[in-house]
């Protein structure tokens, strides 16, 4: 458990930083940065919180996710162009939050007892609608409706845990393997460029 | 009941399809698609769930939601060019639609035992945040603020079941009565393309 | 108490006349215009008693929020190009309301036994996200990100609160107190153009 606490808390630093760089692109003031990262490291698991019902969400009953926040916003204030060309190592942060978010809730929604399904949705939720979030608030269309495969790959390693969880392997073995999966897919999806089809024309009609 | 659920259902259907083609017109990816298909579609009742503590909210406590989405989303991939022509089908469901989702939120905000006003909220909301949140998530200003009829339809209609209920009106009549007038309402102005006035000068003064 | 309350009915006043003249300044129609007043008015502390779980949440338990926001929006109908030259009148609102707020909602977090950090938090959602859920639904990158002082006065007059609380002050007292800090430094800022730094460049490197 504190293994993937620790996790949790590494994946909102780097989602955080994620969104302080994008607000701080769009010249938004400090405060403006700040409620960006803010949204964007606990947005989704808020929203996955309120929906199943889970209080105190979040942020609201650790105050470390606010702090982590505060010195991601200070980390990128004071360092953002030593941050960019890092950007290696926040897609690699960025990449272990998504795994590590998507799990967590996932199993929280497993506690909750909810159906698998939709405690896969809400990994889903908890993994991409900080993301959502951030894009809405700087007004852009979400980034993830366009051109990543993160959604993809967050349902694949969801599957993965649920396939493993039934065949009752250790829940933290389990949960370094399926994040694994969501790195691995959103790395190899991010370095050849793979994309999930559109709906341009329908299947069976060309023109 | 089994009537309304049915008529649920096909509102669910109709407001995906409508959520999934103006997704795939942004050139989504599949998995945006089904974003959009899924928030449009449950997106109103959530928010209304949500927002009077009804737990579990809509689509957690019944997978047929889901499914529906799913449905529509492979159907509006598979046959999209086949759906255009068939927009008056489409305006005939989501007029459906509209007029379900509006008295089914009446009904939940009076089974919560809310004043009829925010009840009548409620139902307005279920029936028209959907469509909201599927434009905000599209970037786009949403449609309902600029030339639709369609909020005022909702609150026509829900003041007629309010009324009707108060005459101790059989509940199920009520709800075809009040549903059909919303209907009606909405195909009207859509054919005669009614709007509601606009703020633009006040009315005592003219330049 | 009831002053504060008479105040809370004047800022709702204030903020959506403000949500209503943005809705009629892009063409929305009567409706469109009576959604985003509302969403203005009593979206910050609707957000704030969802993620607090405080049901039933403000506008719920209350219906006078409902009547003043309609009340608002007649005036705005009404009187939109004689209100339109009493803008500094409606700052004047505006800047209530935004002590006002902020001070209530820090309040009830602290009545729900928030962590003071948190209470400080839902305070400054209550009195800010009203507005940014308002530039969402009209389309626009929210205000506040861009050159607003208002979430910084906000944070001091929170502050302010809570030192003044810890040493027993009267609540009433401190409340005026506190949202007079608000109001000045926001007065201040407008006034004397006052801005918060921006993240263009790091503070270590120029290039």
Partial sequence: MELIYTLDILGTFAFAISGALVASDKNFD?????????????GGGMLRDVLINAHPINWIGDLNYVWTILAAVITTFLFKSKILPLSKTMFLFDS???????????????????????????????????????????NK???????????????????????????????????????????????VAVKYHLQLPKIKDDLFTKH
Avoid at 165 to 178: G, P, T
């Fill in 141 to 187: 269309v979400p980034l993830i409706f366009e051109k990543e495969i993160y959604a993809s790959a967050c349902l694949l390693g969801g599957i993965s845990y649920l396939t493993l969880d039934v065949l009752h392997l250790n829940n933290n073995i389990n949960f370094v393997i399926s994040a694994t999966i969501i790195f691995i897919i959103r790395w």
């Fill in 30 to 42: 400090l405060f403006g940065v700040l409620i960006i990262a803010f949204v964007t490291a606990v």
């Fill in 96 to 138: 272990i939050g998504l795994g590590v978010f998507t799990l967590l809730g996932l199993q929280k929604g497993l506690t909750y007892e909810l159906h698998p399904i939709v405690a896969l949705i809400m990994g889903m939720i908890s993994a991409v609608f900080g993301g959502v979030l951030r894009d809405i608030l700087t």
